[in-house]
């Protein structure tokens, strides 16, 4: 059950970030898809992949 909750924080932190956008950068490129290590420390991805790139 751990790990569902340490993926319920990553999705809740990374939303406050950047919303929906941002979490669906994940899903683009299988090299965007957070390490173990990054699902435990959040800031960690959000640092990597950056903010969500919005249209103008």
């Given at each position: 059950?751990?790990?569902?909750?340490?993926?319920?924080?990553?999705?809740?932190?990374?939303?406050?970030?950047?919303?929906?956008?941002?979490?669906?950068?994940?899903?683009?490129?299988?090299?965007?898809?957070?390490?173990?290590?990054?699902?435990?420390?959040?800031s960690l991805w959000i640092a990597r992949l950056g903010?969500?790139?919005?249209?103008?």
């Amino acid at each position: 059950m751990a790990q569902y909750e340490q993926g319920e924080r990553f999705i809740e932190a990374v939303e406050n970030v950047g919303g929906p956008e941002l979490l669906n950068r994940a899903f683009e490129d299988p090299l965007h898809l957070p390490t173990l290590v990054e699902i435990r420390d959040p800031s960690l991805w959000i640092a990597r992949l950056g903010p969500a790139v919005t249209a103008a």
